[in-house]
T-cell receptor, first 116, second 109 residues
Framework: GAVVSQHPSWVICKSGTSVKIECRSLDFQATTMFWYRQFPKQSLMLMAT?????????EQGVEKDKFLINHASLTLSTLTVTSAHPEDSSFYICSALTVGTNYGYTFGSGTRLTVV | DAKTTQPNSMESNEEEPVHLPCNHSTISGTDYIHWYRQLPSQGPEYVIHGLTSNVNNRMASLAIAEDRKSSTLILHRATLRDAAVYYC??????????FGQGTRLTINP
């Protein structure tokens, strides 16, 4: 079946630095990917929709200059958390739309970001 | 987006069937009903989805009410590995998934 690989699975960074998270579709082309964040004991919150070759569409309240999304190829989308602060510590999850299977969605395994 | 309502939590015993309900009274004719589950510290996992007819796969069954205002995810024989948060989500084709709070399922040995 469709596999989405997310890397790294966890990362610790210092306040003020930037962190890049990668999301790859391994055996299919993903024209559309989604990025979520999840705080402890809460549900997933959609941050943005990423379309290959175009600018990402951000959900209301999500700072596009802080969470940079690049979807330069049909198999790779990246999320860069710029100038990270402790409040950005969260579980970040990507998802890809698996066209051809009646619109199933495949999720990455998530990235645990801790900003110290 | 049409909204879904699920119980916050449910509990069942190992090797027994589990019926997870979902209400979606404002569903439109083009909304698909998706079920995903999330194990601790993992990304969500696809379980099943349907439009109008009941659906079966190796993981579960999806029973959709005739008026489509509710659905039930059926795990035929629960195992400890089925303990997760289960999300019922409505979406129109290739659109974003918006997650609600889901149902936290606990399986007792």
């Amino acid at each position: 079946g469709a596999v989405v690989s997310q890397h790294p699975s966890w990362v610790i960074c210092k306040s003020g630095t930037s962190v890049k998270i990668e999301c790859r579709s391994l055996d299919f082309q993903a024209t559309t990917m989604f990025w979520y964040r999840q705080f402890p004991k809460q549900s997933l919150m959609l941050m943005a929709t990423s379309n290959e070759g175009s600018k990402a569409t951000y959900e209301q309240g999500v700072e596009k200059d802080k969470f940079l999304i690049n979807h330069a190829s049909l198999t790779l989308s990246t999320l860069t958390v710029t100038s990270a602060h402790p409040e950005d510590s969260s579980f970040y999850i990507c998802s890809a739309l698996t066209v051809g299977t009646n619109y199933g969605y495949t999720f990455g395994s998530g990235t645990r970001l801790t900003v110290v | 987006d049409a909204k879904t309502t699920q119980p916050n939590s449910m509990e069942s015993n190992e090797e027994e069937p589990v019926h997870l309900p979902c209400n979606h009274s404002t569903i439109s004719g083009t909304d698909y009903i998706h079920w995903y589950r999330q194990l601790p510290s993992q990304g969500p996992e696809y379980v099943i989805h349907g439009l109008t007819s009941n659906v079966n796969n190796r993981m579960a069954s999806l029973a959709i009410a005739e008026d489509r205002k509710s659905s039930t995810l059926i795990l035929h024989r629960a195992t400890l590995r089925d303990a997760a948060v289960y999300y019922c989500i409505l979406t129109k084709g290739a659109q974003k998934l918006v997650f609600g709070q889901g149902t936290r399922l606990t399986i007792n040995p």
